[in-house]
């Protein structure tokens, strides 16, 4: 009779609610309505001080965004569960130097020249190894950035190589 206790201990485990793979996407979640509902205390910018969209609508679309795509991979994580791993990969660490590197090129070159190179480096380290689909990202992704903030946002980007000649 304990033997059957004991096996029958041993295959039970913790409520879905209780699990890594519940509690992260949940505190994310949590954090980003709190935020999304402080953003609707924001106040509206008159049209004419208005650059673009309204100060508040960015940082909701932002939100939903977040608290989208955590959803997704919640419900991707309940169909297929994620292996776990006792150590974490290179490539974790090299995207954690990428940014170090991107903030430091951003901040004293140029804020484009940091996503260029930012993307090229995590395209390869993440394993592509076309050259040619790797200088699409790095110069594709910057110029849709810069069109986005630029015209639909309405934001002006700081002083830079690249940036010096476009505002020139």
């Known amino acids: 009779m304990s033997n059957v206790r004991n096996k029958k201990r041993a295959g039970s485990s913790l409520p879905f609610f209780f699990k890594d793979s519940t509690i992260v996407p949940f505190i994310i979640i949590l954090i980003s309505s709190i935020l999304l ?23 909701k679309a932002l939100l939903l ?34 940014f170090l590197l991107f903030l430091f090129v951003s901040k004293f070159l140029d804020f484009f020249l940091g996503i260029s190179l930012l993307s090229a480096i995590v395209s390869y380290f993440w394993g592509e190894r076309r050259l040619i689909f790797i200088l699409f990202v790095s110069i594709l992704f910057p110029i849709i950035v810069f069109i986005f903030f630029e015209t639909i946002l309405g934001l002006r980007f700081p002083s830079g190589i690249i940036t010096d000649l476009y505002y020139s």
């Open 37 to 59: 509902y402080i953003t609707f205390t924001f106040d509206i910018v008159p049209p004419i001080l208005n650059r673009g969209i309204q100060p508040a609508t960015f940082p």
């Open 65 to 98: 965004l977040i608290i989208s795509l955590t959803l997704i991979i919640f419900f991707l994580s309940i169909k297929k569960p994620w292996k776990e791993e006792k150590k974490l990969p290179k490539e974790f660490y090299i995207t954690l130097g990428c």
